[in-house]
């Protein structure tokens, strides 16, 4: 199983995060992203948006983090990180969609301004990231994990662009909860780190 991968990817060290977590082996193929290469074969022929990550199964090829997150959990995790009833799996797909949206277009936006000189309006990314974070602090402030009271995808979702705020000018030391609750992703067995977390 081979996941194509920029190391600096919130969205790609999703996937690399989470298979940490559920021991499940990748092969990691470096992809040239400022070369190009992602607009180039292999890659494109594998995923015509042109994007990372990308995920080869065997036959099985996807783009888009968190659907990849959803065929790791389903085809080799269990339902440990993304529960089969109908209730647990909405609750997990709910934060699935807030990664997707709203911290996606907040705190991760507000980092390729920063860190990769995007240009992208970095006052809504702020409007946006004054928006989430908050709510998630509120939620986290009662509650462990973002979910079913232990760690899910949802967690290897949200994760990633909400540890990297700094890197985009949102600082976190007004979310002790949000604080609290990345050290205790950080402190789960299987983790594995990126630059910036």
């Not at 081979?2 to 989470?18: A, I, M, Q, T």
């Not at 990372?52 to 065929?71: C, H």
């Not at 992208?120 to 990231?129: E, G, N, P, Q």
């Amino acid at each position: 199983m081979k996941l194509y991968d920029l190391e600096l990817s919130g969205n790609c060290y999703k996937v690399r995060l989470f298979a940490g977590l559920a021991g499940i082996p990748l092969e990691i193929e470096a992809v040239d992203f400022l070369g190009g290469a992602h607009k180039r074969s292999p890659v494109i022929d594998l995923n015509p948006w042109g994007e990372l990550p990308v995920l080869q199964d065997g036959e099985v090829v996807l783009r888009d983090s968190q659907a990849i997150l959803v065929y790791l959990a389903v085809r080799y995790a269990g339902e440990r990180w993304l529960p089969r009833d109908a209730a647990g799996m909405a609750q997990v797909a709910q934060w699935l969609s807030t990664a997707a949206n709203e911290v996606q277009n907040g705190t991760a936006a507000a980092r390729l301004v920063d860190k990769f000189g995007y240009a992208i309006d970095k006052a809504d990314t702020l409007r946006r990231s004054a928006r989430i974070l908050p709510l998630i602090e509120a939620h986290l402030a009662k509650h462990d994990w973002l979910t079913l009271d232990r760690p899910t995808i949802a967690d290897c979702a949200v994760f990633p662009y909400v540890a990297l705020a700094p890197e985009g000018g949102v600082s976190l030391a007004d979310y002790p909860a949000i604080r609290a609750w990345i050290g205790r992703v950080k402190a789960l067995p299987g983790f594995v780190a990126m630059p910036g977390v």
